[in-house]
């Protein structure tokens, strides 16, 4: 009788399956043919390696399915290298760890998958895996690429020299990936063994392969890989064929992602409307209105694009173009200390330094990655937008040329920062030279879009959960400090008021009562503890040309740093629910209580400055504190970009003030 | 730094004399004999299969330098390696 995933077996009756291979040998898109959508990534304990993790029925027979844990493990040349997902492959195997919400024991059965173009080189890793004595499987992947290169493998012949089951597959198309998982249901101890030294293995590796396959010196034609390859590492062709595959890619994220934004924006807009209409007008409602979903709503906003660019990068390293792109990158930051690996985090750091510092990860040498973790947050991210936004438009109202220049100037600006940076840090708390690359360069092929997809889901849903948690309780605070205490009507707005209700006009009246409402808000704004806050560090800000209202909406950008645009929209305008554009340039037009601008010309410049420098983002700290290894580090980072980021904006401001400007 | 110690060095239709890897030009071919770098690149160079008797052939001189791995895969595997570890893997020329 075939039963369901419900409860018939308990946890400790289901089979936890480790998945083990080289990178690059499809042992993912593998996993996830046998897997599905049902597997979830997870986190090992304490390090920043991740798994994905599947709960499956293997089909020894139609009537006989076994409950399985499926654990894909990171991609590894070796158990013994001195890398961090090597010690936790290595770990998983003799049952000391386990991904999170997984019990840590000795896993029942091994599947290791090999790439059969590539058979050699990936004995090794075979060789180490059944000399851990765990029941295993040797798949045998790529076996239609094989073919197609005159390759020839004796599955019969292989699974003698092993002493367990090997299965010839191919993911891509999913031959015998049936027979896979019947074997893995059956899987046994090897009853063969291999050397355990490195130099043993690799005359062992040697001998099997000699037996199971042709020995052939057989080369294919890769006439167009050559080609391809040395057009995209060309010191010129490559970074050309670079910069106008990432304009692609960045065309694509903004032009593709404005349409779901835009609907994003409509349904919590209205969501936000139906729970004003449904909540009687009080503390609740504003909690719900202005703080639960204005706050998610304005992060939520950003998920097409965080999902597209992972979608579309894993698009672009399914290809194989990412790892040669990696080569091309390294000769231009090796200068400044950073390593080809740090393009892949610095890219995603300009959608959000998060993903960016987390894909940090993978890069092997630990200064190399300290020095690429300290510097992503640098990079533009897509959350800084709306502040550019603004300030360009008021900066440059109705000169999109300029606007244009100046947006390409604040990237421009942090790029700079970012090397210089690593340059400075390199030379100091960092010396060394970045360690040179080595790098496998995966057949060009077509990305397969299961994997991108699946890849992009777990990413949007990360985000998500950060949504759903900490920006919302961050919101949640930010309303109650902005809101409380509260203050009653200021006598100039009660006067008002009266004046308004003697008149006769309607129109004049509703424009005084306006008045009053904009008086009192003004005034709730500043007696707020928010408002409070804001007053006591304007001093500090004020050489930088900043009064109470922008550092108010500064300190708010600490939460997350779009946050600037709705605060001050909230202080200037009094209301927050006005159409975006007439809340710009309610903004750009808004005055002090003596009647000056806000946003003057000086102040705008060096508000710019100090966005694209500065480190308002209490996640991001969080994340570099977890991922380098200590709060030191994230303090290293404030500490040093806020610096940077105060004095660019004061250096900014009083050259304009100096120059004669206002 | 270590050296990987030489496994059978002096294999048929190959020049005797060890020569960085960065000498072979376009196309040719040869057999790896050690690599002295760092020892954990060496370790990492090994398991990726730069191993002491590998056949190579040159895919692209200079920074990166590629070579594909023709024996035991047919040619399928491609390493891209920066100049300063090229220099540094010693190999015999395929005569």
């Known amino acids: ?114 790439d059969a173009t590539n058979l050699m080189r990936n004995l090794t890793i075979v060789g180490e895996s059944i000399a851990k004595r765990l029941p295993t499987v040797v798949a045998v992947n790529m076996i239609d690429a094989a073919r197609r290169r005159g390759i020839y493998i004796d599955a019969a012949k292989f699974a003698e020299c092993l002493g367990c089951s090997v299965v010839l597959c191919s993911a891509r198309t999913g031959e015998g990936v049936d027979e896979l998982t019947a074997a893995l249901s059956h899987a046994k101890i090897p009853d063969r063994s291999a050397p355990t030294d490195q130099s043993g293995i690799e005359r062992w590796s040697e001998d099997v392969y000699a037996l199971v396959s042709m020995p052939t010196e057989h080369l294919a034609d890769d006439t167009l890989t050559d080609r391809l390859d040395r057009a995209f590492t060309h010191p010129v062709l490559g970074m050309l064929s670079f910069v106008a595959i990432m304009t692609g890619l960045f065309w694509m994220i903004f032009k593709l992602a404005s349409y779901p934004m835009d609907w994003i924006d409509l349904w919590f807009g209205a969501v936000g409307s139906w729970a004003g209409s449904l909540i009687p007008p009080g503390a609740i409602h504003d909690l719900m209105v202005d703080g639960v979903i204005a706050g998610v709503g ?68 630990k200064r190399d990655r300290l020095a690429t973790i300290l510097v992503a947050p640098f990079m533009s991210c897509t959350a800084r937008i709306p502040v550019y936004v603004l300030l360009t438009t008021i900066l440059f109202p109705y000169r999109p040329l300029y606007q244009a220049l100046a947006f390409t100037m604040c990237y421009a600006l942090g790029i700079f920062a970012g090397l210089f940076t690593s340059l400075l840090f390199r030379r100091t708390i960092l ?6 690359m080595a790098l496998e360069l995966p057949s060009y092929r077509l990305p397969d879009l299961k994997s991108a997809l ?60 306006a008045q009053a409402d904009s008086l009192d808000t003004r005034n709730a704004a500043a007696n707020s503890f928010l408002g409070r806050i804001g007053g006591t560090f304007q001093p500090m800000f004020a050489p930088l040309g900043y009064d109470r209202q922008l550092t108010v909406g500064v300190l708010a950008s600490f939460a997350a740093r779009e946050v600037f645009v709705s605060t001050m929209a909230v202080q200037v305008a009094g209301s927050d629910d006005v159409e975006d554009d007439t809340v710009l340039e309610s903004i750009a037009n808004a005055t002090n209580d003596d009647g000056s601008r806000i946003f003057t010309y000086a102040t705008s410049w060096s508000l710019l400055f100090f966005y694209v420098l500065a480190s308002l983002c209490l996640p991001t700290l969080v994340v570099t504190a977890k991922e380098a290894g200590g709060w030191k580090w994230a303090t290293l980072q404030l500490g040093w970009m806020s610096l940077l980021a105060y004095t660019s904006a004061l250096a900014a401001y009083q050259f304009i003030i100096a120059a004669g400007g206002s | 730094m270590t050296t990987m110690p030489i496994h059978n060095a002096s294999m048929p239709k190959a020049s005797r004399k060890a020569v960085p890897l960065t000498q072979l030009s376009r196309g040719q071919r040869g057999r790896i004999d050690c690599t002295d770098a760092a020892s954990e690149d060496c370790s990492m160079l090994r398991a990726m299969g730069l191993r002491p008797d590998a056949s190579i052939q040159m895919c692209r001189l200079g920074e990166p330098c590629i070579i594909s791995l023709t024996g035991g895969c047919g040619g399928g595997c491609r390493i891209g390696l920066a100049k300063d570890i090229a220099s540094r893997v010693m190999i015999h020329i395929d005569e």
């Open chain 1, 431 to 436: 010396r060394g030279k970045s360690r040179p």
């Open chain 1, 454 to 513: 699946l890849l992009t889901f777990d990413r949007g849903m990360v985000f998500l959960k950060k949504a759903g948690t900490l920006i919302l309780a961050i919101s949640i605070v930010l309303w109650w400090l902005g809101a409380y205490p509260h203050s009653g009507p200021t006598d100039a707005a009660i006067e008002l008021r009266a004046q308004a209700e003697a008149l006769v006009d309607p129109e004049q009246a509703e424009t005084l009562l």
């Open chain 1, 298 to 365: 304005g992060t939520v906003i950003f998920l097409p694009q965080i999902c597209l660019l992972f979608f579309l990068l894993a698009l672009l390293e399914g290809s194989g173009y990412l790892a040669r792109a990696a080569f091309v990158i390294d000769r231009a930051l090796r200068p400044f200390g950073l390593s080809g690996h740090a393009f892949v985090p610095l890219l995603s750091s300009h959608a959000c330094a998060i993903p960016g510092i987390m894909a940090a990860r993978a890069i092997p040498d």
């Open chain 1, 1 to 114: 009788m075939p039963t369901t995933s419900s409860d018939s077996q308990t946890a400790s009756t289901r089979r936890t399956i480790a998945v083990l291979g080289n990178p690059n040998v499809g042992k993912t898109t593998l996993f996830n043919r046998i897997a599905g959508i049902r597997a979830k990534t997870s986190n090992f304990p304490g390090t920043t390696q991740e798994a994905r993790v599947a709960h499956v029925e293997l089909n020894a027979s139609p009537d006989d399915p076994i409950e399985s844990i499926l654990i894909d493990l990171p991609g590894i040349y070796s158990l013994d290298l001195d890398l961090s997902e090597s010690k936790i492959c290595a770990d998983v195997l003799a049952g000391t760890a386990a991904p999170v919400g997984e019990e840590a024991h000795t896993p029942d059965a091994l599947l290791v998958v090999i």
